[in-house]
């Protein structure tokens, strides 16, 4: 309840705006609750997954355009307002795509610039079409049936969806698409690995962002009652954008309220509407300097509490039983003969590699011997020249790591890669991101699949968090912990995919004597559940103490392979890599 507090605040005030103000500002806020509309699905893109799409107004466009077109009459029979009003939409969902597709090739600004394009092009069509669009001189905006034909009436159809759109973007960012997107934006690599296709979801929040874009714009072009090319502007596209960013990312009240700030302001400051971009840009640099969360953080008192000083990581390993239940025994996994170059450097150089389910493996070597570099040919981020890697009697698929985690194969990384911005429980359960059956569209709109997905999710993370000893920290911003506790944070993630087998890459880094030791507890642990673990770790007393088998890499080769003991009685590796 407390998080929706502050929505129906916002709700009541916009509720008794008409009744204690004149008309004036009621088309004010009108304009404000238009511009959610368009600004709450672009949020999905900007905020959450990270995409710099400056020219959003460009769906703005078409979608005034399609709405106004349509109702008139010019170019097919006149359709009822409010179904060009939903044909609108589709053409803004199409579209949305379509601007969108270079965000999987194009990354920050070269995104940016693409949209801002699609935006110029826009707008010269609609100058150049002139016996569907008017050219220069416009076409006359739709007016809605009764009783949406007043200004009070319209008010509070555009109020209404305003509201239904930050239900649904609210639905979405709280749930594992939301997550998902969130953790695109901050740690790509690690979405890959636990299974999130970048592809397809952004293609669908494109699609959604578009169609709210666009009916947006048939909402814009009631309001105008007449619309010209010169309405859609580049300063709009900007108030857009920036609406976001200082409201926060990953969050839907910031932008909400930037929105209703960016939309009133401009009345207050009439004189200086000529500076309406210099003094977004000036707002922007403040926010930036001063709350660089923006709108958000100022909200988030919860960040600002003390945490516990002191802190022990205790591991409860004999809970793992109840997340680490894997049917039937697995296969291994098997490298032969794998050869990986970069430029002149063979970084691997025709390794045969076997990961047996239950066992700890040990891989280790001196730096730049090739250990990483293996984990991410298993992985799919990097494709062998030679040879591959087999489970189950068929190949893994080079260059395509979302696919590993509904193989059973999870990582973690040399440097923990996590969503800084959200909390400890969102981090892991963004981990099981995979077990969801619920649609986006269930999601939206809360349907029962959405709910029994949270559930599970929700239970599994916490389930997760205790094996690692950190369920006390759940509600607690990842980028509040100790790095002690970003090392287990990863493995608890890791754990959400119920993995057959597990890539450790220098967990023990940065660890204190008593913390490797219950690390080493933890993983001899998960081993016994039945999951394979391939240990990278420069920590030669963990190497010898809990794996079952060791493999030496030198320049990319194997050096030597056996059990500890083997390893540590022979004469190359004591010499190349463990001293006297």
């Known amino acids: ?20 103000t004149n008309d004036y500002w009621v088309l004010i806020a009108t304009r404000a609750a238009i511009y959610w509309v368009l600004v ?36 097919t029979p006149a359709v009822p307002p409010l179904l060009a009003l939903g044909a609108a939409g589709g053409v803004g969902a199409v579209f949305g795509v379509v601007v969108g597709l270079p965000a999987l090739r194009l990354r ?52 209404g969806l305003a509201a239904l759109c930050t239900w649904m973007t609210a639905n979405a960012a709280h749930s594992r698409f939301g997550r998902s997107l969130v953790a695109i934006r901050d740690a790509e690599v690690a979405a890959e690995s636990i299974g999130i296709a970048k592809a397809g979801l952004l293609v669908t929040v494109f699609l959604f962002s578009g169609a709210l874009a666009a009916i947006a714009g048939g909402l814009f072009a009631t309001l105008q009652s007449y619309i010209t090319p010169d309405a859609f502007t580049f300063d709009l596209s ?4 920036i609406a976001i960013l ?17 939309t009133v302001l401009p009345e207050f400051a009439a004189p200086l509407v000529a500076w309406s971009t210099f003094l977004y840009a000036a707002l922007l640099l403040v926010i930036v300097l001063a709350v660089p969360g923006g709108i958000a953080a ?69 730096n730049g011997s090739g250990k990483t570099t293996t984990l991410n ?54 981990g099981g991101t995979i077990a969801g059956q619920g649609s986006f569209v269930e999601s939206l709109l809360r349907l029962p699949r959405h709910h029994r997905d949270e559930a599970k999710a929700r239970e599994a993370a916490l389930l997760a968090l205790r094996c690692v000893g950190l369920e006390m920290l759940a509600p607690v911003r990842a980028d509040r912990l100790q790095h002690s506790e970003l090392r287990f944070l990863e493995i608890a993630r890791a754990l959400m995919l119920r993995p057959r087998f597990l890539l450790l890459d220098e967990p023990a880094a940065g660890l204190s004597a008593e913390e490797i ?30 794996c079952d088998q060791v493999t030496v890499l030198n320049l990319g080769r194997e050096l030597a392979a056996g059990t500890p003991a083997e390893i540590r009685a022979h004469k190359e590796v004591v010499s190349a890599y463990l001293g006297a």
């Open 246 to 262: 200082i409201g926060g990312r990953g969050s839907v009240l910031g932008p909400l309220l930037a929105t209703i700030i960016l």
């Open 298 to 366: 100022l909200l988030d008192l919860g960040r600002r509490r003390p945490l516990e000083s002191n802190r022990a990581i205790v591991p409860r390993p004999e809970l793992l039983p109840g997340i680490l239940d894997h049917g039937r025994a697995p296969s291994p996994i098997l490298l032969r003969g794998v050869v990986l170059s970069f430029g002149g450097v063979r970084a691997i150089d025709g390794l045969d590699l076997t990961i047996d389910p239950g066992q700890v493996h040990g891989l280790i070597g001196p």
């Open 517 to 546: 030791r219950r690390l080493g507890g933890l993983v001899t642990a998960i081993a016994r559940c039945g999951t394979g673990v391939l240990l990278v770790e420069h920590h030669a007393d963990l190497i010898f103490d809990i």
């Open 377 to 430: 040919v298993i992985c799919g981020f990097n494709a062998p020249e030679v040879g591959g890697v087999t489970l189950d009697g068929a190949p893994l698929l080079a260059g395509a790591p979302q696919t590993r985690a509904a193989r059973g194969i999870a990582r973690t990384f040399q440097t923990p890669r996590l969503i800084g911005e959200a909390s400890v429980l969102d981090n892991v359960m963004v």
């Open 40 to 75: 709450s699905g672009l949020n999905l893109v900007v905020g959450f997954a990270g995409q710099l799409a400056i020219g959003w107004v460009a769906l703005l466009t078409l979608g005034a355009y399609t709405t106004s077109v349509l109702v008139a009459g010019t170019v």
């Open 238 to 241: 900007v108030l857009f954008f």
């Open 108 to 159: 920050t600004f070269y995104f940016a610039m693409t949209t801002l394009g699609f935006a110029t092009i826009v707008t010269q069509v609609a100058l150049a079409w002139q016996s569907v669009t008017g050219g220069g001189i416009g076409v006359a905006g739709p007016v809605l049936p009764a009783p949406f034909d007043t200004s009070y009436g319209f008010y509070l159809f555009c109020l």
């Open 1 to 20: 309840m407390r998080a929706v507090l502050p929505f129906l605040l916002v709700l009541a005030a916009a509720l008794v705006l008409p009744h204690v």
